[in-house]
């Protein structure tokens, strides 16, 4: 399933610094990096609950935020994307 991971993470002490590099490092382990805060990760079900529940650990809630959103598996018509970035096969094939 394909999902949207966005977060904000206060960056206003050296806390906020070094969590919001952990956040980042942890999505950049599982998902495609889309904007600076915000990745795409096709993972099953029991895949994306343990990276969800890592990031719940990682941030404040008090300071910090994340969004998940569910796109599904039917993901690429609901995914438009327009501009200089390349889009990317979450699906095709990897080479190492």
Known sequence: MMVLISY???TTDPAGKTRLRKVAKECQNHAQRVQNS??????DYSSFLKLKDRLI?????EKDSLRFYYLGNDWK???EHIGAKQ???SEGVIII
């Open 8 to 10: 904000d993470v206060s």
């Open 38 to 43: 915000v990745f795409e990760a096709n993972l």
């Open 57 to 61: 650990r990682l941030i404040d809630s």
């Open 77 to 79: 018509k609901k995914v």
């Open 87 to 89: 889009t990317y096969d």
